[in-house]
Structures are given as structure tokens and as C-alpha cells.
């Protein structure tokens, strides 16, 4: 599962830094733009969707201590930045991008800030908590 989970954190933070570099830029490709908005939801949801459906479960049903708090505290998190990134998406057409440039910047930035603090708030649970269940795992 680490492994998975891994490729996950890594295909995210690629997506992370190709937006990144989309909005380095002195104005706006939207068409590179929107591809690299679809590519980073849908590497978010894979790993949204690993973590809910085997990761979150397998660490449940291991009883490790500790952990099923912070699993059910990820859990919230999860939803309430869902909500978030589709209002950021809802309000940032393509035109409105193109209108304002440096606003959608800002927000972008702060978007891809929230990502990384989620990531090292998951990794932080998570990894410990896969070794102590891989650990368990072996003969």
C-alpha cells in the first residue's frame, strides 16, 4: 500500500508543479490551463478514492492505536476540501482567469498550499501506520 500510496504523492506533486509553472507565466495559456486543472483533479481524486476505499479501511480494521482518530479526522478533512476545491474551480472560468490573471494566481497558490499541507498531514499518519500494519502482516 505504501508503495501505491506513494505513486499517488508523486503524480500529485508533478501536477502541483506543472500548475506551478502554468501560472509562472506573465499571462495565461487556458488551454494548457485546463488541462493541467483536469489532470490535477483527477490525480486528487485517485488518490481521494485509494485512500477511502483501502487505505482508510485496512488501517480500520488493524485497531492501531491512535489511528482510528486521525483517520476519521483526515475523513473530514477529505470532504471539506472537496467542497473547496469544486467552489475554487466553480469560480475560476476560464474567462474569469483570463480577466484576472493575478487573482487566479493567488488562488491558485493557496489551492496548491492547501494540497501540500494535506499531504503532510497524510503522510504523516498514514506512513507510520502502514509500516506498524506491514510489520503486523509478516509471518
Known amino acids: ?3 501505491t500510496l506513494d505513486g499517488h504523492y508523486v503524480e500529485l506533486q508533478s501536477k502541483i508543479d506543472a500548475m ?3 501560472c509562472r507565466a506573465g499571462v495565461p495559456d487556458c488551454a494548457r490551463l ?3 486543472r483536469h489532470q490535477l483533479m483527477a490525480i486528487s481524486m485517485r488518490r481521494s478514492t485509494y485512500l477511502k476505499d483501502v487505505v482508510f479501511p485496512a ?3 488493524a485497531d492501531l492505536p491512535g489511528v ?3 483517520i476519521a479526522a483526515l ?3 477529505l470532504a471539506e476540501k ?3 476545491v469544486s467552489g ?6 476560464l474567462d474569469r482567469i483570463a480577466a484576472d490573471w493575478a487573482g487566479y494566481r493567488a488562488a491558485s497558490a493557496r489551492v496548491a498550499a492547501g494540497i501540500a499541507d494535506r499531504v503532510r498531514r497524510e503522510q504523516a499518519l498514514l506512513y507510520p501506520a502502514l509500516t506498524a500494519l506491514s510489520l503486523r502482516q509478516r509471518p
Open 1 to 3: 500500500m505504501i508503495e
Open 20 to 22: 506551478r509553472a502554468l
Open 34 to 36: 485546463a488541462h493541467a
Open 59 to 61: 488501517l480500520g480494521a
Open 68 to 70: 482510528a482518530a486521525g
Open 75 to 77: 475523513d473530514r478533512d
Open 82 to 84: 472537496r467542497v473547496a
Open 88 to 93: 475554487h474551480i466553480a469560480a475560476w472560468s
